[in-house]
Each structure stands twice: as C-alpha cells, then as structure tokens.
C-alpha cells in the first residue's frame, strides 16, 4: 500500500496539467520551510525560482523516477493498459520540456 501511496503522490503532482505553474508557489513554500528550519543560506539547494526551475529535470531523474522503480516496486506500471505508454509518465515528461521550454525562453 506504501509503494501505491507513493507513487500516487509523485505522479498526480508531476503530472498534473497545471504543474510548471504551480512552481512558484512550490518555491515559496520551500523558502517558508527554509527560514523555518534556519537552513543556512549555503546549504539551501537553490536560491531562486529559477534554479528549483533547474533542478526540477534532475529531480525526476535523479531521485523520483529511480524511487519509483525500485523503492516503490514500479507500481506505475499498473496505470497503463498493456502495450500503452503510461500516460502518467508522458505528462510528466510533457512537463519537464516545458520547464525547459521556460528556461530556455528565458535565455533567449
């Protein structure tokens, strides 16, 4: 049941449709907890929204994607039919080029 839980977790808010708008406030609320637990300014991960921004690709890659396929049992397999992507992962993968589609509008 903890593996579903966790899955379900990470998945509905990465793949949700409103996602990469919802980062700013995501931001925020890591500043709020931040200055709460007096995490000095040095071991903070990121220091702006654009570099949550940043870090949100790896993130996926790096930490949920892996936790997903072996902490979690790779339970997000069940949530396709057989044959189908999983349309979870697709959403999350849509989001990811759009942080990076932002990014990159940024620069240019």
Known sequence: MAFALLTADYLAQMSAPDYVEKLPALFKEFLEAFEFEQVPMEKR???????????TPGFWSNLVRPMLDFEAGGVYRYL?????????????????AEVHRLLQAEVG
């Open 45 to 55: 991960p990121y220091h702006n929204l654009r570099q949550l921004l940043e870090k």
């Open 80 to 96: 396709s039919t057989a044959g189908q992507p999983n349309s979870y992962l697709l959403a999350v993968e849509a989001n990811l």
